[in-house]
């Protein structure tokens, strides 16, 4: 009988603890004091204890999720970047000794990082699919995290891409049909809504990137830039800068794809996560 007895307490302090609102206060305020010292793996934990405690009809808030995505983002964009790096030294060893040993050490570096960014990815995307895209109730958050779902597979796609295999098309299926579902939802937003542009921003550079259909990405960012920039002056000056913000960033995007010559890593995401 003790582990059920356990169990029952377990559930009953959760309960008590959720609706005080003691336990939501404390993990937000840990992760506050996270992001400031850049603790991000400890903000990461934090969120996900958060989410973890709280029941199927409980939603997160928009500073709990903005706290959530922060953490992961800046996870995924370390590692992303040290990707890009040693890749990058990577291609000049292969260049000088195709089979020396400086090679190897550097392949086996990459790959250890490879190996840690698939596993943060997969651990968002837990949390996304068992917890709060399902729990999402208006329209702004299912937009927010069926997004977020879209980038992560996004992610994991890249480092999948350069391995071969089925599980890269995996990943591009699902991100592809995340940012669609996404989309479709995203009409219900205003033009200008921070949400709205930056699934258009981030699914133009999967169209892009991943896809290889400048056309298409090109297509998605240039609708999406028309469309808020005609309502952009009528909008309050907050609301104003953040939208400014990421249409920059379309901006940005189409001016480096009309001639096709940057470099893949010039491309610009989303810079902030709302």
Known sequence: NFPALNSQFTQQTKHIL???????EDRVLC??????????????TTMKELVGMLDTDQEVSTEERTLLSVAFKNIVGSRRAARRIVGAVEAKESEKNPNGQHLQVVAASRRKIEEELCSVCMDVLNVLDYSLIP????????????KMKGDYHRYHAEVSSSQGGT??????ESAFFAYCKATELATQLPPTHPTRLGLALNFSVFYYEMMNDI??????ANAAFECAVEELDFLPTDEYKEAALILSLLRDNLFLWQDNSHEPD?????????
């Open 18 to 24: 959720v609706m005080t609102g003691h336990f939501r």
């Open 31 to 44: 992760a506050k004091l996270a992001e400031q010292a850049e603790r991000w793996e400890e903000m990461a």
């Open 135 to 146: 729990n999402s109730r208006s329209v702004e958050s299912k937009v927010f995290f069926l």
């Open 167 to 172: 599980d890269n098309d995996q990943h591009k």
């Open 215 to 220: 056309k298409k990405g090109s297509s998605i």
């Open 266 to 274: 010039l491309l610009v995401e989303e810079a902030c996560e709302e």
